[in-house]
């Protein structure tokens, strides 16, 4: 009867009642074997209903019974006699069969006790009798009476009475930790972790198991009913106390497990101290503060200890090449997960404690910032030292894991804190967002409504509260300013744990420029071995990299500074820019830390007057337009081979010379010399600075940003300025940067020409060694492939790379490094607000610019296409206005979109047809040819080592960059032909245009030709610019869009699907000359991609696709509508009487729903078996595919499998079984 009763589980979701989820009239149908419909399953509950007042007293008894029995003949004294041991054999297999019995009642009350209601259960003996087999039973009834209790703890209150449920899980509580406590699992926060605990609960050790399904009940009991424990009784601090002593165990599988838990509870914590913000409103209602409950500060700060000792024990950074991984991990890659996962939860349970108790959370960081800079400056240098040696031999901790520990702890730390003050003292954050928690929500959201104008007035304890926070943060910022590391991984942690202050500033300003002095100092702890002006060496070693990276963290925490608190900053700028001058010009800045430094003093000019911002840019960049702009720099980008000469000129090696080096090219490129290392240098960071410009600045009217304060007075910047103008100057121009376009930006693209020229196939031979710039370097093809980067970067850590390295590889870094910042100027100077519009403005620019970003594409690899195609022609094609399409995006597409459509068509025949790549087409089909750059890694890896090069990986190589750069044509193409609203910011004259000529009705009106869904007048998109001055680059476009939708990938062909849309809508808009393309090579394609199984997972959107088609071509009186029929009539099997019916049919359907099922219904039947099956798989349409709301939105369930006889019209289409 027990097994019975084991074998009949209800889903474990709990009882279905009448508010069950209903299946599908076909869930319990014939042939169903998905299980009983919903009639069946009621109809069973109902009878184990029925049952339970007589079947679960009747377990419960069993229970009780066989206990009973199997104590006593337990506790019987044995005999003496000679036939003994006969006697003892029989009593023990009684006590066996008591308990197989007593598993057999755990095992089957594992499943009643899932809907038994609660008051029956919290009234019998279960809870209870597991607590007692928890304690004292075997390891098999152990681990059942843990899954009775956690059965009951996945349970949810459901339709019980409050009191009932509280009862039932408040006894679970209390059970378990009776237990727990008896076990001498339950430990106070001083008592030391029992080495047989620590053994025991580990992995291998005999109680893991046991520990592992313990805290998964410790999980259900806190995730779900926390609330439900009796405070008076002790239970909720019995509760923490058991999970803070899983918290503490070493084994971090079970540590870790415990994390979630605690971020929750300190989630749906209520701060309790004078701090807390009070929000509008009033105090809290009383249900909500019947429900409420508030964590103790002790508790707290213990659990910070906890985990600010736990994490210099976890450090993530462990060698890949190294046998030091622990015990219950396979590999350096699964360690390196926990690890990350562990320290990231930690982090925000540290965040999340701090706001509950400031006080100690400021303390907890303190104590562990302190102890790990004291530690590092008695440290020996670390000389490449593995951070986790000591830490995996089960060892202290090092002293750089104490600092990186400690970093994580302030940076988790100060957000809550500097939040809680800067809301008592009235002071407004800039981006004001913390993870910090209480009950209201987050931190900066109650901060945010404390500071609002009908807030409460802070009462004078939280304004002493907030003062005294304020002083013990800037204590612990002046211990840290004080401290002096040398050696550059702890100064890189040093200058970690600066930045981590960055907020604070905006309460204590007067620290702000203490705090750029030390950053300063510290640099120069590292001296350079030559002046800073000048590159680095040609060879470079591990150790000279860290102190190149050391220096610029520290030159970086200014940057972070000012994105924090940049009003703190605004007053310092002058002495800012005197001392950066002064460093530069004694040669103690190098090109790199220099950028940095600027890049913080533009952020922070955001924060001061617009005139600040225009002074600054013409003081940095002044030299750089002056060098742009002599004739010597000129000739440097005249032509591609006039570059290589400037930048890239390679010496050959004397004999007996020492060699390039481990890390050198093979073959060719090992005999060589790369010179020009200080043009290199110099123009890589004239570009990344130009970059980072572009992005600090902002416009005049922009601000500094929502919740910004308001801008700060600054004063004058030192003389020389030049043509910035002071406060009684003329007014800025919209952005700062706005003047200065048409001198920077043709440099750029000069330079982006002659990157893009290198891979012509008449510059490839000139290079001879230098040919190796135009291939995926070991790194990217790892990425590429999804392999280990660690083991790359491992591989190459003997002699790092360098765009100003003296061996030909490096000249592979400096070309990407360009290039990619080129980009990036390129894309910004047309999407920040402000600047865009000068840029589409200027004639000159327009006659550059498209020619160089277009013109050499066709001999670019395509992972360069698709870095092109995402960061500058797409979104040239989003923001340019309308009005300047003939100028700017048809030269641009009159090049581009002929090529892409050759390639990409190319390219995916030769992937699905080797053969085809040695006709006509082949070297354009390929990613390699004498036309294109190889996929193949210059670094000479073996096919073996990560991101190495073989025959199988360079194939997978062509197949992911194909797909990815398909996307990104596709994503261009949609932006091209989307229309959206006139800009007045960039195009003034066509807003007002447009809002002139639109009129009811029109075509630039009508909503349905936006595909994005804009509301308002809207401009033509460039698509129909490129259509009226480029038509046969606008065919390319359409036929590269229309070809996609039978691409073997699924991504591609959504996106491919939304082009098409726009296509139709354009089509119904007013452009005839789209309709051919619409109803002939769209509708081919469409139904083509419905029997394709790459692309079912569009098939709802594709089928949107052909019903609206349909809906509007195949009206009976609609004058295109023969030109569809004839290609409806080219589908097996299908004659103009089957077009009647299926006509008739579908305009007689009720919603889009009922005719999207004739369009499947006709498909499946021309085409076969396999189509059906496809087909059968779309369910239902996907929420978001249609752009016009359906009429009638309700589900009617999913639709059958498609046949004429299923759908009950076996006489609509009269098909013939063509296959």
């Known amino acids: 009867m027990l097994n019975c009763a084991c074998k009949h589980p209800i889903a474990a979701g709990g009882a279905v009642g009448d508010g069950g989820d209903a299946a599908s009239p076909s869930g319990g149908g014939p042939g169903t074997p998905d299980g009983p419909d919903v009639t069946s399953k009621r109809a069973f509950l109902s009878a184990l209903t029925t049952s339970a007042p007589t079947v679960f007293p009747f377990l419960c008894e069993i229970l009780e019974q066989h206990f009973q029995a199997a104590q006593q003949l337990q506790s019987a004294p044995g005999a003496a006699a000679p036939g003994a041991a006969p006697a003892a054999a029989q009593r023990a297999d009684a006590i066996a069969a008591h308990v197989a019995a007593l598993s057999a009642a755990l095992g089957a009350l594992a499943t009643w006790v899932e809907w038994v209601p609660m008051r029956r259960l919290g009234a019998s003996p279960v809870v209870a009798a597991c607590s007692f087999f928890i304690q004292q039973g075997t390891s098999a009834l152990r681990m059942q009476a843990l899954d009775v209790l956690r059965q009951i703890t996945w349970r949810k209150r459901a339709n019980e009475t409050v009191a009932d449920y509280t009862a039932l899980m408040d006894a679970v509580g209390g059970g378990l930790l009776t237990a727990t406590q008896a076990l001498g699992l339950m430990l106070g926060p001083n008592d030391p972790l029992p080495p047989a605990m620590v053994r025991e609960l580990g992995y291998g050790g005999s109680q893991q198991e046991f520990g592992a399904r313990l805290l998964e009940v410790l999980e259900g009991l806190g995730e779900g009913h926390f609330r439900c424990l009796s405070e008076p009784a002790g239970r909720r601090s019995a509760f923490l106390a058991q999970l803070l002593t899983f918290t503490r165990h070493p084994y971090l599988r079970l540590s870790g497990g415990t994390l979630t838990l605690w971020h929750q509870l300190l989630r749906e914590a209520t701060a309790a101290h004078a701090l807390t913000p009070q929000l509008p409103g009033g105090p809290t209602s009383p249900s909500k503060a019947a429900s409420s409950y508030t964590l103790p500060p002790e508790l707290c700060a213990e659990l910070m200890r906890v985990l600010c000792a736990a994490m210099a024990r976890v450090v993530p950074s462990a060698d890949p090449g190294m046998n030091n991984l622990p015990d219950w991990c396979d590999s350096h890659a699964e360690y390196k997960e926990v690890v990350v996962s562990y320290r990231s939860q930690a982090k925000a349970i540290i965040r999340a404690a701090a706001a509950l108790a400031p006080e100690q959370g400021l303390a907890a960081a303190a104590n562990c910032l302190g102890a790990a800079l004291t530690a590092c400056a008695s440290a020996p ?587 990104e044509i596709l994503g261009f193409l949609n932006a091209l032909a989307t229309r959206r609203p006139a800009d007045p910011a960039t195009d003034p004259a066509a807003a007002a245009a447009v809002a002139v000529a639109v009129g009811p009705g029109g075509p630039v009106a009508s909503p349905r030709a936006s595909a994005n869904g804009a509301s308002g007048p809207l401009q033509e998109c460039l698509l129909e610019a490129v259509l009226r001055s480029a038509p046969s680059a606008a065919q390319a476009g359409l036929a590269t869009g229309v070809s996609a939708l039978c691409w073997p990938d699924a991504d591609s062909a959504a996106r491919a699907v939304t082009f098409c849309r726009s296509l139709l809508l354009l089509a119904q808009s007013g452009h005839s000359e789209l309709e051919g393309v619409v109803l002939g090579e769209v509708t081919r394609g469409a139904i083509g991609s419905l029997g394709m199984v790459s692309t079912v997972l569009v098939q709802a959107q594709v089928l949107e696709l052909l019903r609206s088609l349909f809906a509007v071509y195949l009206a009976p009186r609609h004058p295109r509508a023969p030109a569809l029929r004839a290609v409806l009539a080219g589908l097996p099997g299908v004659t103009e009487q089957v077009l009647d019916n299926f006509s008739s049919a579908l305009f007689a359907a009720h919603g889009d729903k009922e005719q999207r099922a004739l369009i499947k219904q006709l498909l499946a039947a021309v085409g076969g078996e396999e189509v059906r099956k496809l087909l059968a798989s779309v369910s239902r349409l996907p929420a978001g595919v249609s752009a016009v709301p359906e009429p009638k939105p309700r589900d009617r369930g999913p639709v059958s499998d498609i046949t004429p006889q299923d759908m009950g019209l076996p006489h609509l289409f009269d098909l013939p079984d063509v296959l």
């Open 381 to 967: 240098a670390a000389n490449g030292q593995s951070m986790n040696a000591a830490a995996n031999r089960g060892g202290a901790p090092t002293a750089t894991c104490q600092l990186e520990a400690a970093i994580l702890v302030v940076t988790a730390v100060m957000q809550p804190l500097c939040d809680l003050a800067a809301a008592a003292l009235g002071v407004t954050m800039v981006g004001g967002q913390s993870a910090g928690v209480g009950a209201g929500g987050t931190v900066a959201a109650a901060a945010a409504a404390a500071t609002g104008p009908h807030a409460a007035a802070p009462t004078g304890a939280a304004r002493a509260a907030a003062a005294a926070l304020v002083n013990g943060m800037a204590e612990l910022l002046q211990s840290v300013l004080a401290v002096r590391l040398s050696d550059p991984k702890h100064m890189t942690l040093h200058a970690e744990a600066i930045e981590a202050f960055g907020r604070f500033l905006a309460l204590r300003p007067d620290l702000a420029a203490p705090t750029v002095a030390c950053c300063l100092e510290a640099m120069r702890l590292l001296p350079l071995e030559a002046p800073g002006q000048l590159p680095p060496p040609a060879r470079q070693n591990p150790e000279w990299r860290a102190q190149f990276e050391a220096r610029l963290a520290m030159a970086n925490v200014l940057l972070g500074l000012a994105r924090a608190a940049p009003s703190s900053l605004v007053p310092h700028m002058t002495a800012l820019v005197t001392e950066i001058q002064g460093l530069w010009g004694r040669g103690l800045l190098r090109e790199g830390e220099r950028v940095l430094l600027w890049e913080g003093l533009l952020a922070a000019s955001s924060a001061g007057p617009p005139q600040l911002q225009a002074q600054l840019i013409t003081l940095i960049f002044e030299p750089i337009a002056a060098q742009w702009g002599s004739a010597e720099w000129q000739a440097t980008v005249a032509s591609p081979q006039a570059f290589v000469a400037a930048y890239m000129p390679l010496t050959p090696l004397a004999a007996g010379a020492a060699g390039p080096g481990p890390g050198a090219a093979p073959g060719a490129a090992a005999g060589y010399e790369l010179g020009a290392r200080d043009r290199r240098w110099t123009v890589y960071h004239q570009v990344t600075l130009l970059e980072r410009a572009l992005r600090r600045t902002q416009p005049a009217t922009g601000g500094a940003g929502a919740g910004a304060p308001a801008r700060a007075p600054s004063p004058p910047l030192p003389s020389g300025s030049g043509g910035g103008g002071g406060a009684g100057s003329a007014p800025a121009p919209e952005h700062p940067f706005a003047p200065h376009l048409e001198w920077c930006l043709p440099p750029v693209a000069r330079l982006v020409a002659c990157i893009h020229a290198l891979a012509d196939p008449r510059m490839v031979p000139l290079l001879g060694p230098l040919a190796l710039v135009n291939e995926m370097d070991a790194l990217e093809r790892a990425v590429r492939l999804g392999e280990d980067r660690d083991a790359v970067k491992a591989a190459e850590q003997p002699e790092p790379r360098c765009v100003a390295g003296g061996s030909p590889p490096d000249a592979r870094y400096f070309v990407r490094g360009v290039r990619e910042c080129a980009y990036m100027v390129l894309s910004l100077a047309a999407t920040q607000p402000g600047l865009a519009g000068a840029m589409w403005r200027s004639q000159a620019l327009a006659q550059l610019l498209p020619a160089a970003v277009a013109g050499g594409a066709a001999s670019l690899g395509d992972h360069v296409v698709r870095l092109l195609t995402r960061h500058v022609l797409t979104p040239w094609a989003q923001r340019c206005p309308a009005s300047r399409a003939d100028a700017w995006m048809v030269p641009l597409c009159s090049t581009f979109l002929p090529h892409m459509h050759t390639r990409l068509c190319g390219e995916w025949a030769a992937l699905h047809n080797p053969a085809a790549a040695s006709g006509p087409s082949g070297p354009a089909a390929g990613a390699s040819g004498p036309g294109r750059p190889s996929v193949n890694g210059g670094s000479g890896s073996g096919g073996g080592a990560a991101g190495g090069s073989d025959a199988t990986t360079d194939e997978v190589l062509r197949d992911t960059l194909l797909r990815e750069l398909s996307r």
